[in-house]
């Protein structure tokens, strides 16, 4: 995979489901993650540090000016708990737990999140307004409900399937209600 194929697909999935999301200063977008998917490999097998560091670099270039949070969800070795900013886990009173990523457990993307965060914490788990699953990853326990499927028009990056979900405000009442998007 090449880093400047691999940083223009995930800028443009980045964007169509931000589009989509309509995402605000301080709402959380959730990362899952399997560089060994991305390079053709079975998750959780072959993790690329390289690949990682890429994907977190990119994806902070496209945040960080939004005053969007990222939210990087480890692998089930880790009980899929997530690395934040410490800012980000004290404003939101999220459960900070004890454990170091590394590349089987946790993830590469989760340990460039620990390089390229100011002060990354690992959170037990968080409600996050949008993401993306890069290698069937399994995001949808970190994202509010209602999720709604968002589809983008690139369904892989590298070697791993793509899918994204956003969320809205759950639809109450009954026959007379009205709703606005």
């Known amino acids: ?9 995930l800028t443009q999935l980045t964007e169509e ?3 989509q999301a309509d995402l605000k200063a301080g709402d959380i977008f959730v990362l899952g993650c399997s560089t060994s998917e991305i390079t053709g490999g079975v998750i959780g097998k072959n993790p690329s540090k390289e690949v990682g560091e890429w994907i977190i670099s990119t994806l902070k270039q496209i945040l960080d000016p939004k005053g969007i949070y990222l939210a990087v969800q480890g692998c089930e070795h880790l009980n899929r708990a997530l690395v934040v900013e410490r800012t980000l886990a004290e404003k939101k009173e999220l459960e900070i737990v004890a454990v170091l990523p590394s ?9 460039a999140a620990f390089k390229f965060f100011d002060a990354p914490v690992e959170v037990e788990s968080i409600v996050a ?3 993306i699953d890069i290698g069937d990853t399994s995001i ?9 499927p968002v589809r983008p028009t690139k369904k892989e990056l590298g070697a791993a399937h793509v899918t994204a979900l956003r969320s809205r405000p759950k639809y109450i009442g009954g026959p007379r209600a009205s709703y606005s998007e």
């Open 103 to 111: 590349l089987h457990a946790g993830g590469a993307c989760s340990v």
């Open 140 to 148: 949808g326990m970190h994202i509010k409900h209602v999720q709604v």
């Open 17 to 19: 489901v931000l589009a």
């Open 1 to 9: 995979m090449e880093k400047e194929t691999l940083v223009r697909d």
């Open 129 to 131: 307004q949008a993401g």
